[in-house]
Nanobody, 124 residues
Framework: QVQLVESGGGLVQPGASLRLSCASS????????MAWFRQAPGKEREFVAG????????RYGDSAKGRFTISRDNAKNTVGLEMSSLKPEDTALYYC?????????????????WGQGTQVTVSA
């Protein structure tokens, strides 16, 4: 079990870039596959990006491919999400999630630990 805290959200204009960060407590961060999900009101929770325990493998949802980059720093117990070319449809509450295991899953129920979320709003 890890504690996850997201930060970096905010209000930006379309086309802008934004960096999100997720900080983890505990000594087991490196044993967790990490991912970012997002959810807008009235919409399904959506997989955005995931990264393997060592960071060697990444996986992206269709909406994120080519625009977002996930990374992690196990020495700092952090996972980041760099977002570019933001669009209004990217507006959502972005969650950091972790799971024990070695496979980057793309569905929320596979993840056991979640942060509180950080709001990203893309609007002109």
């Amino acid at each position: 079990q890890v504690q996850l805290v997201e930060s970096g959200g905010g209000l930006v204009q379309p086309g802008a870039s934004l960096r999100l960060s997720c900080a983890s407590s505990g000594d087991t961060f490196s044993t967790y596959v990490m991912a970012w999900f997002r959810q807008a009101p009235g919409k399904e929770r959506e997989f955005v990006a995931g990264i393997s325990r060592r960071g060697g493998r990444t996986r992206y949802g269709d909406s994120a491919k080519g625009r977002f980059t996930i990374s992690r720093d196990n020495a700092k117990n952090t996972v980041g999400l760099e977002m570019s070319s933001l669009k209004p449809e990217d507006t959502a509450l972005y969650y950091c999630a972790g799971r024990t295991g070695d496979v980057v899953k793309t569905t929320g129920p596979e993840y056991s630990d979640w942060g509180q979320g950080t709001q990203v709003t893309v609007s002109a």
